[in-house]
């Protein structure tokens, strides 16, 4: 997850004196393949805790980033993932009421949209980030996930990991056809069979309990 967001993390060193946020995944799928994917980074529960942070000068030995400074830091973001081939309409958004951050794009193909995941990763290696393919033929739709989030948390100092404690992972995946199945047994399919959401705790993937890899059939 560090690598996944790894253009975005300060915003999470601005909570390490709590331990609930969200991120979450919202995907698109349309026939031809082309989509379109929101990201949000979900504070808002630990909002309190963020207003006394901002005051402060230092966390746990973390700088904390002003207003401005992750203002900045976004605008890169957004300004980054423009600039790929195949991605149109890219926005973002940014609460600093409920401190709920976002970004959304439009892509031309599920290629186009691993390329942006890839942007959030210091790893540019697109076949080591494939998370994301779509079959026209056979109509499935997969999610995979390539990272030893075990390791990557290891690297954290201890005190620090409390900020995983209430943390979610909530992915959710739309279609213009009906799903007819999914692998992932956690995962659950809208009454329309044309969404299906998975939420996961954090911890959980940590300890390879729970994961967000799918394979979606369509009809």
């Known amino acids: 997850m560090q ?3 790894s253009k975005i993390i300060l915003l999470l060193l601005i909570i390490m004196l709590s331990s609930c946020f969200e991120i979450i995944e919202e995907i698109t799928i ?11 980074l ?5 909002k309190s805790n963020i207003n006394s942070i ?14 401005q400074e992750i203002k900045t830091r976004i605008a890169g973001i957004k300004s980054q993932i423009t600039n790929i081939s195949g991605v149109s309409n890219v926005k973002t958004n ?11 794009c439009n892509f031309t193909n599920v290629s186009v949209l691993n390329k942006v995941i890839t942007s959030f990763n210091k790893n540019k290696d697109i076949e080591i980030n494939k998370q994301f393919s779509y079959n026209k033929n056979t109509k499935t739709f997969t999610r995979t996930y390539n990272y030893d ?20 992972y ?12 999914s ?21 959980e993937m940590v300890a390879n309990k729970q994961n967000i890899k799918n394979t979606i059939k369509l009809k």
Do not use: C, H, W
Request: no cysteine.
């Open 170 to 181: 909530t992915s959710i995946y739309r279609f213009q056809s009906p799903i007819l199945s």
């Open 94 to 104: 940014s609460n600093f009421e409920d401190y709920i951050f976002n970004i959304s």
């Open 183 to 203: 692998k992932n047994k956690l995962a659950k399919i809208s009454k329309s069979r044309k969404a299906i959401m998975l939420r996961v705790d954090v911890n």
């Open 30 to 40: 349309n026939k031809d393949g082309s989509g379109n994917i929101l990201l949000t």
């Open 149 to 168: 989030l075990q390791k990557e948390v290891q690297k954290i100092k201890k005190k620090d990991k409390e900020v995983l404690k209430d943390a979610s």
């Open 3 to 5: 690598k996944y967001l």
């Open 54 to 67: 901002m005051l402060l000068d230092s966390v746990n030995n973390y700088k904390v980033p002003s207003e």
């Open 42 to 46: 979900n504070f808002s529960r630990s």
